[in-house]
């Protein structure tokens, strides 16, 4: 393939990565509006999540045994295919939100979401191999930190943009009803172009082997459980930013103000990213590197910014607190020295003195505390990956298949906090038990620092 036609390619793999991180976030403003809606408590709420990250894992679940059994399907019909079909389960998923209006029932928009995520869970399966294979493989690194790098682009404009037309502009009875309808139509939109473009027909000849043999690796087994926790963890804190904010002795935010705060969140995942391609990279040291990790963190924090200036509220003096993150994340990437688990390692345990803040502590701190989680969050799914598929050989299919089920952590973390949290509610206070709440993802992130120093230490 030549140049042109692999950028055209690559622009089209990188518009999916956008689209899938923009619709995975806006699941963080439709909680809070499906919890005022139909007066969910905090555990009903975050079905919202099951039902979406279930998908991913039963979806997975479903790939991994068919390939097991028949072959890989993805092999079969080709990653152009596969994206397609991906698209279009999506799109019909995203439709459902229409008539779940005029329904008006829970279980409704759950299905929905959990169609909609098991389209997206074909999308990954077929997108992020496609990536890495349509160049050559010295570069396919590069590449997918440039496609996961937009992801993040989708989940900074997610909540302020799908917070505008949620809670603003199609507010009422019409607040999810059109916005999900247009996003049903985009991806139509992008299945149509996919269809009609001149994508290579790449195949994937690699075996996938029999049996359990691929639980022998202990950098799997505990890999899994790893990214279980990861993503749990990530999402749910997501997940009740906005309640979070509203809470009086944080900020007392109401829905709409708080959703540039949440794309603050996670842009921070996108700036730590590219920092991340950056310093991770084994090719070049020294003062020349740290040059191009500032610029690179300056850059990526004027577009979260910019982003959030133009449509939200954010103003330079209100973010001044935020330069001190930036600076502690610098310099963990350069306590990391380049190795995946140390620097896993390390950016854990700052993630858990920030979640202590986020229990013990009140207003600005607090506050700052939480936004700042995803500065830290950001290389923690690439590197955790990477350790984990290390040394599988021809076991890496199956161990990519397993850890890509694990995402259901995404749906069942949340559910235990919620749960928490609820627990915890007074009678005259249903929110009381909200900052205490956030011990869960704590734990989570105590196996996650364990997981980078043992992987650190380990002898190949």
């Given at each position: 393939?030549?140049?042109?036609?692999?950028n055209?390619?690559?622009?089209?793999?990188t518009?999916?990565?956008?689209?899938?991180g923009?619709?995975t976030?806006?699941?963080?403003v439709?909680?809070p509006?499906?919890?005022?809606?139909?007066?969910?408590?905090?555990?009903?709420s975050?079905?919202?999540?099951?039902?979406?990250f279930g998908?991913?894992?039963?979806?997975?679940?479903?790939?991994?045994?068919?390939s097991?059994?028949?072959?890989?399907?993805?092999?079969?019909?080709?990653?152009?295919q596969?994206?397609?079909?991906?698209?279009?389960?999506?799109a019909?998923?995203?439709?459902?939100?229409y008539p779940?209006?005029?329904?008006?029932?829970?279980?409704?928009?759950?299905?929905?979401?959990?169609?909609?995520?098991?389209?997206?869970t074909m999308?990954?399966?077929?997108?992020?191999?496609f990536?890495?294979?349509?160049?050559s493989?010295?570069?396919a690194?590069?590449?997918?930190?440039?496609?996961q790098?937009?992801?993040?682009?989708?989940?900074?404009l997610?909540?302020?943009?799908?917070?505008?037309?949620?809670?603003?502009?199609?507010?009422?009875?019409?607040?999810?009803?059109?916005p999900?309808?247009?996003?049903?139509?985009?991806?139509?939109?992008?299945?149509?172009?996919?269809?009609?473009?001149?994508?290579?027909?790449?195949?994937?000849?690699?075996?996938?082997?029999?049996?359990?043999?691929?639980?022998?690796?202990?950098?799997l087994?505990?890999?899994?459980?790893a990214?279980?926790?990861?993503?749990?963890?990530?999402?749910?804190?997501g997940?009740?930013?906005?309640?979070f904010?509203?809470?009086e002795?944080?900020?007392?935010?109401?829905?709409?103000?708080?959703?540039?705060?949440?794309?603050?969140?996670?842009?921070g995942?996108?700036?730590?990213?590219?920092?991340?391609?950056?310093?991770?990279?084994?090719?070049?040291?020294?003062?020349?590197?740290?040059?191009?990790?500032?610029?690179?963190?300056?850059a990526?924090?004027?577009?979260?910014?910019?982003?959030?200036?133009?449509?939200?509220?954010?103003?330079?003096?209100?973010?001044?607190?935020?330069?001190?993150?930036?600076?502690?994340?610098?310099?963990?990437?350069?306590?990391?020295?380049?190795?995946?688990?140390?620097?896993?390692?390390?950016?854990?345990?700052?993630?858990?003195v920030?979640?202590?803040?986020v229990?013990?502590?009140?207003?600005?701190?607090?506050f700052?505390?939480?936004?700042?989680?995803?500065?830290?969050?950001?290389i923690?799914?690439?590197?955790?990956?990477?350790?984990?598929?290390?040394?599988?050989?021809?076991?890496?299919?199956?161990?990519?298949?397993?850890?890509?089920?694990?995402?259901?952590?995404?749906?069942?973390?949340?559910?235990?906090?919620?749960?928490?949290?609820?627990?915890?509610?007074?009678?005259?206070n249903?929110?009381?038990?909200?900052?205490?709440?956030?011990?869960?993802?704590?734990?989570?992130?105590?196996?996650?620092?364990f997981?980078?120093?043992?992987?650190?230490?380990?002898?190949?």
């Amino acid at each position: 393939m030549n140049k042109s036609n692999n950028n055209g390619t690559l622009g089209l793999l990188t518009s999916l990565f956008f689209l899938w991180g923009f619709m995975t976030v806006l699941n963080d403003v439709l909680i809070p509006h499906l919890k005022s809606v139909f007066e969910l408590n905090y555990a009903e709420s975050m079905l919202v999540q099951m039902a979406f990250f279930g998908a991913y894992f039963s979806g997975a679940l479903i790939y991994y045994l068919i390939s097991i059994s028949t072959g890989d399907p993805i092999n079969k019909i080709g990653y152009k295919q596969g994206i397609i079909i991906g698209l279009i389960i999506s799109a019909v998923g995203s439709a459902l939100f229409y008539p779940a209006t005029f329904i008006n029932a829970y279980w409704f928009y759950l299905m929905a979401l959990y169609v909609l995520g098991l389209g997206f869970t074909m999308l990954q399966i077929a997108a992020n191999p496609f990536v890495a294979i349509i160049g050559s493989p010295e570069t396919a690194s590069s590449r997918l930190n440039f496609t996961q790098g937009f992801n993040s682009l989708g989940t900074t404009l997610g909540p302020i943009i799908g917070g505008f037309l949620i809670f603003k502009f199609f507010a009422g009875d019409d607040a999810v009803k059109y916005p999900y309808l247009i996003f049903s139509f985009i991806m139509l939109l992008l299945t149509l172009l996919i269809y009609k473009s001149k994508l290579p027909d790449f195949k994937n000849n690699e075996k996938i082997e029999k049996g359990l043999a691929v639980f022998k690796f202990p950098q799997l087994r505990y890999g899994i459980f790893a990214i279980f926790f990861y993503v749990g963890a990530e999402v749910v804190i997501g997940s009740l930013l906005i309640n979070f904010f509203g809470l009086e002795n944080i900020a007392g935010f109401d829905e709409n103000s708080s959703k540039t705060y949440l794309s603050l969140y996670w842009g921070g995942t996108m700036i730590g990213r590219f920092t991340g391609a950056i310093m991770l990279d084994s090719v070049g040291s020294g003062l020349k590197k740290f040059k191009k990790v500032l610029l690179s963190t300056m850059a990526g924090f004027l577009l979260v910014f910019g982003i959030n200036y133009i449509w939200g509220d954010l103003t330079f003096s209100i973010a001044a607190p935020y330069f001190i993150f930036l600076a502690l994340n610098v310099g963990a990437f350069m306590l990391g020295k380049a190795l995946p688990g140390r620097t896993l390692g390390i950016f854990s345990l700052i993630i858990i003195v920030l979640l202590s803040m986020v229990i013990f502590q009140t207003g600005q701190i607090a506050f700052w505390s939480i936004i700042a989680i995803g500065l830290f969050n950001s290389i923690m799914w690439s590197n955790i990956f990477t350790i984990s598929i290390d040394g599988l050989g021809k076991y890496t299919s199956q161990g990519s298949s397993l850890l890509v089920m694990a995402i259901v952590g995404g749906a069942l973390v949340p559910f235990v906090q919620g749960f928490l949290a609820d627990y915890l509610a007074t009678p005259d206070n249903k929110d009381a038990g909200l900052q205490a709440s956030y011990v869960v993802p704590l734990i989570s992130y105590v196996y996650l620092s364990f997981y980078g120093f043992w992987a650190s230490n380990r002898k190949h």
